[in-house]
């Protein structure tokens, strides 16, 4: 998984597709030295990540705190309440396409943006 460094779009969150924010869809920008920022939908977000084979963990991640509409901001919850918690990572179907699997059972697939 040493390739998980570059931007990848949320595109699902559970069963629902990720709403789009006024910037687009969710994105998490993974750099080399473990540093992650993004944008939840509504609002800008930074922290630290590891991975460990295939557990991934956030440090505390921060985001800026601006309201949104209710449907963004609750895709910005859910995507905030799944970095809070180490997660399974597993690449499906080639190194572009990943799921995030939470230690509740939600899912998150993110797909890498092209260029990244």
Do not use: C, K
């Not at 609002?43 to 557990?55: E, Y």
């Not at 991934?56 to 995507?79: I, K, Q, S």
Request: glycine share 16%; net charge negative; hydrophobic share 40%.
């Amino acid at each position: 998984m040493s390739g998980l460094a570059g931007t990848w779009t949320v595109v699902r969150i559970g069963t629902a597709a990720t709403a789009e924010g006024a910037q687009g869809r969710p994105s998490l920008t993974f750099e080399g030295d473990g540093q992650v920022f993004g944008y939840g939908g509504v609002n800008r977000l930074r922290g630290t990540w590891t991975l460990d084979v295939d557990r991934l963990a956030f440090g505390p991640v921060v985001a800026t705190r601006m309201a949104g509409p209710d449907d963004v901001t609750a895709t910005e919850t859910a995507l905030l309440a799944l970095l809070a918690r180490p997660a399974r990572l597993t690449l499906q179907g080639g190194p572009d396409h990943a799921v995030l699997h939470g230690v509740d059972g939600t899912e998150a697939e993110l797909v890498r943006e092209v260029g990244a």
